[in-house]
């Protein structure tokens, strides 16, 4: 899945969003500085952002994202501009913000709702993410999911997971992450039906980030 570029601040547990098609504009053409912060004392609570392409200043605004009574942390978007993240509702709850509608989801089990993380979403609607137990006990501490469609699937890249986490997902259904079962992390791809391990990289894998219609995959490691 094609990200949009995001400008992120963290303020008082406010996330903001700063997507490219919502430019207002253009500000004085002698200010050109990638960054620089304005604000609008008719929208107090919306500052505005001027960002430079090809020596151009663009004028965007920023959008507050906001759970009530609650930190909120957006994680993923997709070409439709739905929004998808966490936030401390009652718990963890995965949240999904479509046109200023926000919905909130846990993972329900035996014993009660699991923290719920919404790491991506494709332009289909399908979600990857995460839940765990409100108490860790024990192994699994973590497993990843797909949510399409209203139900929740879970990824099992292998036994004896200690945690499993999905972090990306493409417009094709295919879906990255990492898993723990022996003591160190390795990234996976889950395509058509099939799970491939990620070797790890030169000083050990960290992440795996996310991944793109061409099937091309970002992550990080220690080194």
């Known amino acids: 899945m094609r990200k949009l570029p995001l400008f992120l601040l963290f303020l008082c547990s406010l996330a903001w969003l700063s997507p490219v098609s919502a430019q207002l504009g253009s500000p004085p053409p002698n200010i050109c500085i990638n960054g620089m912060l304005s604000f609008d004392p008719l929208h107090p609570r919306d500052p505005q952002f001027i960002s430079c392409i090809g020596g151009t200043p663009a004028l965007h605004r920023f959008h507050i994202l906001e759970l009530p009574n609650s930190s909120t942390q957006p994680f993923g978007i997709n070409n439709a501009g739905e929004i998808v993240g966490t936030g401390s509702v009652g ?14 989801t846990q993972v329900q089990s035996a014993s009660g709702p699991r923290q719920t993380v919404f790491y991506d979403i494709n332009t289909t609607g399908d979600i990857v993410g995460s839940s765990s137990p409100q108490v860790l006990l024990s192994p699994p501490y973590s497993t990843a999911f797909l949510l399409s469609g209203g139900n929740f699937t879970p990824i099992d890249p292998t036994s004896n997971i200690i945690y499993a986490e999905a972090h990306g997902i493409n417009d094709a259904g295919d879906i990255v992450g990492i898993y723990n079962a022996s003591g160190f992390t390795q990234g996976f791809l889950l395509s058509g039906g099939n799970l491939i391990t990620l070797d790890n990289p030169p000083g050990g894998l960290r992440s795996v980030n996310g991944i793109n219609d061409a099937g091309q995959i970002v992550g990080s490691s220690s080194n």
């Open 91 to 104: 718990g963890f709850s995965g949240f999904k913000w479509t046109a200023g509608n926000v919905t909130t």
